[in-house]
């Protein structure tokens, strides 16, 4: 369904704004940026080897009715996250955000179908767990809002394509 097609769709971006990023991490030189959809597998957080992550997590959507703007809005949250015992982690944090921002809003259209809506928000928190670095980005998409005429052809619109 939309929300999770929503998901997908910015996860992939994510992706492939931070392919080429590698930090040292966790006792390895060399660590990918892993991106998670909604969660992370473990919440427990017993195994600090996810980092460095990106979540993306549908938040809300909401159906906008004012005269000069119809329409849906879906609300995504972003959660950045690094690990580092060197003090300068925080740079890893802010690089890792910066390159997710400008690919956002270069590629601001995702799949034909969902349009980034500006402002977006990137931030941090000023006191932060050391030595895990967090920031988040709240971005809003407009997503197809249904409509009474389509009540015919509901249930082929509900319908998910899992292939």
């Known amino acids: 369904m939309t929300p999770a097609m929503l998901v997908s769709a910015v996860v992939r971006e994510v992706e492939a704004a931070t392919a080429n990023y590698r930090m040292k ?4 030189a060399d660590k990918k940026v892993s991106v998670y959809p909604q969660h992370i597998p473990d919440e427990e957080f017993k195994d600090n080897s996810y980092y460095p992550l990106v979540i993306v997590s549908w938040q809300k959507t909401e159906d906008v009715t004012e005269p000069d703007k119809l329409g849906a809005e879906a609300v995504i949250g972003l959660t950045f996250g690094v690990y580092g015992e060197d003090k300068e982690a925080w740079r890893d944090l802010l690089s890792i955000m910066e390159r997710v921002r ?3 809003l270069v590629f601001r259209k995702l799949e034909n179908r969902f349009r980034l809506v500006l ?4 931030e941090t928190i000023e006191i932060q767990p050391y030595p895990y670095y967090f920031g988040y980005a709240t971005l809003v998409y407009t ?3 249904p409509n009474e005429q389509m ?7 509900m319908q998910e394509d899992n292939t």
Do not use: S
């Open 25 to 28: 991490a966790e006792g390895q």
């Open 102 to 104: 400008q690919r956002l």
């Open 119 to 122: 402002p977006t928000k990137f």
């Open 143 to 145: 997503v197809a809002q």
């Open 151 to 157: 009540a015919a052809g509901f249930d082929r619109i």
